[in-house]
């Protein structure tokens, strides 16, 4: 082989190399992994504020700072950047990155291969720059709250505070409302603050000894139309909160128990913002929290994004010799 062909290959590998770390650079959340484990994801109390559970799973409530519940963005701002350049791209927040659900949430954007980025609320603050640039470019096609209100204990006061304080809060909610973001918070608990979600409490219950079914609305089966909408959604080894609706004229139930408490619900407020509402805590090894990644994922995005889902199948032959399709 010639010199100068030599020189020509080594340049051909050394660009190739180059686009593959940009590749993988662009695929890699810039905050840090979440941690690993696996468990069951029996979720804690979560919720600040003077309501306090009842039973052996009590923690103190301690008061969030400087939340006003319930607030919508400027008339003016609403939707002025929704047909604007935004990046296909999510956001995760979590409060400590400690909760069950964190990293339930990114094996789930990773599996399909969605980008993303994540952030601690408790080690670093929420800025507008970190959303858009200001001018017409959004950074974030979806946000993923992990909790609700995005609480944590706070061992030396034995509270569970909010990781956002007010301005964090309308940040955040300013985009949503200006850029047409849609976000989740894939554990919510329904009382507030910073927001009820249009649900209010009623009760909760630990679904490791007692599994809780729950079953899909029509709404419900539009959004999931992979599942097998006959058969009930079993809730087990999570803490599950029970609300019910009490702005029926903003919220649309997609998942309800017997009873008609809504596990899985979409708020959608006044000023254009949306938010896909989930009263049970995940684990990314749970029945329920598998069947519902998907659907909560295309959502958030608005069916748009980076990646793709494989869903394999393969046939075992069973005992009487007949074929059983079995997923894997």
């Not at 609480?151 to 909010?162: C, L, R, V």
């Not at 069947?291 to 959502?299: M, T």
């Amino acid at each position: 082989m010639s010199h100068k062909k030599r020189s020509t290959l080594s340049v051909s590998i050394f660009i190739r190399l180059g686009l593959i770390l940009l590749l993988l650079l662009t695929m890699t959340p810039v905050t840090g992994a979440a941690p690993s484990g696996k468990g069951k994801g029996r979720g804690r109390p979560v919720q600040p504020g003077p309501v306090e559970l009842k039973g052996p799973h009590s923690r103190p409530q301690g008061q969030p700072r400087n939340i006003k519940a319930g607030s919508l963005v400027a008339p003016e701002l609403q939707g002025i950047h929704a047909t604007d350049p935004i990046d296909m791209k999510a956001l995760v927040i979590s409060a400590d990155g400690n909760e069950p659900g964190f990293p339930a949430i990114t094996a789930f954007l990773s599996q399909i291969g969605i980008p993303y980025d994540t952030l601690i609320a408790t080690q670093k603050p929420l800025v507008s720059s970190m959303l858009w640039d200001g001018g017409v470019h959004g950074y974030y096609q979806g946000i993923v709250l992990i909790t609700g209100n995005l609480a944590y204990y706070d061992a030396a006061t034995g509270s569970w505070p909010s990781a956002f304080d007010e301005t964090e809060w309308a940040a955040l909610w300013q985009y949503e409302s200006m850029f047409g973001i849609r976000q989740v918070t894939a554990y919510t608990y329904p009382g507030g603050p910073p927001d009820n979600y249009g649900l209010s409490y009623v009760t909760y219950q630990d679904t490791t000894s007692a599994p809780l079914q729950a079953t899909l609305t029509t709404a419900g089966k539009q959004l999931f139309p992979d599942l097998n909408a006959a058969t009930p959604i079993t809730f087990k080894n999570a803490w599950v909160y029970l609300s019910t609706v009490v702005s029926p004229t903003l919220v649309t139930p997609l998942l309800v128990t017997a009873q008609k408490n809504p596990i899985a619900s979409i708020i959608q407020y006044p000023d254009g913002r949306q938010n896909w509402t989930i009263t049970a805590d995940n684990n990314s090894y749970l029945l329920h929290s598998l069947l519902l990644s998907y659907g909560i994922v295309n959502w958030v995005t608005k069916g748009l994004f980076l990646g793709e889902r494989h869903v394999n199948i393969g046939v075992q032959e069973a005992q009487d010799g007949s074929d059983v399709p079995r997923l894997f």
